[in-house]
Structures are given as structure tokens and as C-alpha cells.
T-cell receptor, first 118, second 114 residues
Framework: DVKVTQSSRYLVKRTGEKVFLECVQD?????MFWYRQDPGLGLRLIYF???????EKGDIPEGYSVSREKKERFSLILESASTNQTSMYLC?????????????????FGPGTRLTVL | AQSVTQLGSHVSVSEGALVLLRCNYS??????LFWYVQYPNQGLQLLLK??????LVKGINGFEAEFKKSETSFHLTKPSAHMSDAAEYFC????????????FGDGTTLTVKP
């Protein structure tokens, strides 16, 4: 079974702190994703990576950065946490299944990190 | 550009009743379509996916979905709800871009009454 783990289930930080959220997958997946989930807003893509050291902005990258130094690990960084970044953060990974000239496949999710910024 | 609309943010059914969760998509190419389920305090997991083979797709836990191109819909159904089906359900669409991204709907919370 694919396993995606996230470093913390719950995290409480103070405004202005630098926050690291870690995600590790054990299935050699090329793609990794970071989402935030807020009530009524569904999942919104923050950043994704399709290879080591490669990253692309998603729909809401402001205030976030990412790092992917190894294939299995994808980190989300909040440079200076703010209260509006209080949310559930979900990491996911997928293969790059080739389909009609592009790539797509099932995403496998971690359990999430509920971050509270005070 | 791809997008998904889930009609109804909350659906409530009685145990044993039909479950119908609605999803409409927009895509400039024939899409890949997914339904994911999220149980309380957990991440999302795949229920089923459509990949342009059979239009009626069967998934886990007795769920199925039918792809209707003319209606741009991919509604999720289950003939008889069980208490354990109470969860949040997400529809997602992918156009198979180089990035392999999916776009998710806002989710539908299913409540099952005894």
C-alpha cells in the first residue's frame, strides 16, 4: 500500500514564526502536492512538484514556499506565519501515468496537519 | 481550463436510502474523473475513477458513478446508505496536463440518519 506520512497531526505556532511541514511518501512517486483545506472552500493547491528540485506554483502560493531535495520528501514552508494561514494542510503524491500525451493519476493523501497560528 | 461543481454542500439521507451526490465538470478535452472520500480526521482516499473505458464505474464500499458526456456529469450513487458512509466526498477532474494536476470540487458532506 502507498503510504504518505506528514510530520505532525496538530501544530500550534505564533504569528511571525517560520513553520516547516514535512511530507514523505514511500512509493517512489514522481509528483507531490501541497493543499490547504478550509470549510466550504474544498482543496486548494498551494504548490506541486513533478521531480526532485522542480516546483510549480499552484492556485494560492502567496506566503508559502516549498523544497524537494529528495524524491520521497516534499516540504512546505511558511516563512512568517500569519493567522490567516490557520488551516488543514494536506500532502499528496501520485505517479506520472502517461495519458493522451500528458500525465495524470490517482493522488494518495497523507492524514493532514491541522495548523493553528496564534 | 478544468473545473468541477458539486451541487449541494450537505446531503442527508436515512440509513438504507439511496445516496446521490452530484458532480458536474468542465473540461476542454475528454477528462479523467475521480471521486475521493474523506472520513473525519483523515486524508482523502480514492473511491473510484473514470479513465474513458466503461462509462459506469464501480468503486469501493458499494459506490458507483456514471460518466455522462452529454450532461458533463459524473454523479456518485450508492443504492443503500450505511452509517459508516458518513463522510465528506470530493469530485475531481484532470485534463492530463504535463503536471498531472487535478482540480477538486468544494466537497459534499454526507450525513446518514439512523
Amino acid at each position: 500500500d502507498v503510504k504518505v506520512t506528514q510530520s505532525s497531526r496538530y501544530l500550534v505556532k505564533r504569528t511571525g514564526e517560520k513553520v516547516f511541514l514535512e511530507c514523505v511518501q514511500d512509493m517512489d512517486h514522481e509528483n507531490m502536492f501541497w493543499y490547504r483545506q478550509d470549510p466550504g472552500l474544498g482543496l486548494r493547491l498551494i504548490y506541486f512538484s513533478y521531480d526532485v528540485k522542480m516546483k510549480e506554483k499552484g492556485d494560492i502560493p502567496e506566503g508559502y514556499s516549498v523544497s524537494r531535495e529528495k524524491k520521497e520528501r516534499f516540504s512546505l514552508i511558511l516563512e512568517s506565519a500569519s493567522t490567516n494561514q490557520t488551516s488543514m494542510y494536506l500532502c499528496a503524491s501520485s505517479t506520472r501515468a502517461r495519458w493522451r500525451g500528458g500525465f495524470t493519476d490517482t493522488q494518495y493523501f497523507g492524514p493532514g496537519t491541522r495548523l493553528t497560528v496564534l | 481550463a478544468q473545473s468541477v461543481t458539486q451541487l449541494g454542500s450537505h446531503v442527508s439521507v436515512s440509513e438504507g436510502a439511496l445516496v446521490l451526490l452530484r458532480c458536474n465538470y468542465s473540461s476542454s478535452v475528454p477528462p479523467y474523473l475521480f471521486w475521493y472520500v474523506q472520513y473525519p480526521n483523515q486524508g482523502l482516499q480514492l473511491l473510484l475513477k473514470y479513465t474513458s473505458a466503461a462509462t459506469l464505474v464501480k468503486g469501493i464500499n458499494g459506490f458507483e458513478a456514471e460518466f455522462k458526456k452529454s450532461e458533463t456529469s459524473f454523479h456518485l450513487t450508492k443504492p443503500s446508505a450505511h452509517m459508516s458512509d458518513a463522510a465528506e466526498y470530493f469530485c475531481a477532474v484532470s485534463e492530463g496536463t504535463n503536471a498531472g494536476k487535478s482540480t477538486f470540487g468544494d466537497g459534499t458532506t454526507l450525513t446518514v440518519k439512523p
